[in-house]
């Protein structure tokens, strides 16, 4: 869930924000390009779990499971040095760029390369980490008849996930 949620997270940003906002900047670039970049990084962290975390399940043996703790360390690390960088940097250059029918067609990517129990378990996320006024401007934004799927189905199913995972 996660990784599929964060690669059509990535695509759709490498398809359709990248080059839209390197065409309308010019001395930011840079930060266009560092994005880039941190989606590489972010890309090589994952291919070093492909290979670690089999490799553990295989034998769960203490070098294996150094190995995929490194590996899960060094993707967090990467991701959060991404996540705050695109927020710190990009979001305002966005912003001041990209036109909301543009930003629109980054969520309607997601939706549209995302099955939709998945879409459910990664609204749930964002619902819960988000703070109360975050919570009621995301709920505010769908439309009426999605919020009462997302009352009725998503979040009952993302309460059962929640509820499976931590135990």
Not at 26 to 55: G, K
Request: glycine share 4%; net charge negative; charged share 25%.
């Amino acid at each position: 869930v996660y990784r599929l949620g964060l690669h059509n997270h990535h695509e759709g940003e490498d398809e359709l924000l990248w080059p839209p906002l390197l065409s309308r900047v010019d001395l930011e670039a840079d930060i266009v390009l560092r994005m880039q970049a941190q989606h590489q990084r972010i890309a090589a962290t994952l291919s070093r779990l492909d290979t670690a975390l089999p490799a553990w399940e295989a034998t769960a043996g203490a070098d294996e499971r150094d190995t995929l703790v490194a590996a899960l360390s060094e993707h967090r690390a990467v991701l959060l040095e991404h996540l705050d960088d695109e927020e710190a940097t990009l979001l305002p250059l966005a912003a001041k760029h990209i036109t909301e029918q543009e930003w629109a067609c980054l969520g309607d990517h997601l939706v549209h390369n995302t099955p939709k129990p998945i879409l459910f378990t990664l609204f749930g996320a964002v619902l819960e980490d988000a703070n109360p006024a975050e919570r009621a401007t995301v709920l505010s934004g769908l439309p009426a008849p999605v919020r009462v799927i997302w009352h009725v189905i998503g979040r009952p199913r993302y309460a059962r996930h929640i509820r499976r995972v931590r135990g």
